[in-house]
């Protein structure tokens, strides 16, 4: 399984970027999509969360300025984000925790750069 990450690209402060992120494959349960970022220096970081009954998590970073979403049919998770800030200047991650009929897998897609700045 492979996850195609996109979205990012360089945006001025206060303003919006939609991160989207999609599975391969169809014959999958998905357990939860995640958003992580990974900012030059430090270790990456989850920014959301959501499980298969549609239960989100943000982090304290993300609260109030970004928003987890899926499409089911499709197998698709999006990060709308907000307001953005150059604090949030990072390569973004997508994370799909899955099941494929015969185990569990814990995927990662190839990341997508975000940049805030003047």
């Known amino acids: 399984v492979q996850l195609q990450a996109s979205g990012g690209g360089f945006v001025q402060p206060g303003g919006s970027l939609r991160l989207s992120c999609a599975t391969s494959?169809?014959?999958?349960?998905?357990?939860?999509m995640s958003w992580y970022r990974q900012a030059p220096g430090k270790q990456r970081e989850r920014v959301a969360s959501?499980?298969?009954?549609?239960?989100?998590v943000l982090e304290y970073s993300a609260k109030g300025r970004f928003t987890i979403s899926r499409d089911i049919a499709d197998l698709t998770v999006y990060l709308q984000m907000n307001n953005l800030r150059p604090d949030d200047t990072a390569v973004y991650y997508c994370?799909?925790?899955?099941?494929?009929?015969?185990?569990?897998?814990?995927?990662w897609g190839r990341g997508t750069q975000v940049t805030v700045s003047s």
């Open positions: 494959r169809r014959d999958v349960t998905i357990k939860t």
């Open positions: 959501i499980n298969s009954e549609g239960g989100t």
């Open positions: 994370n799909v925790l899955l099941w494929d009929s015969s185990a569990w897998h814990d995927v």
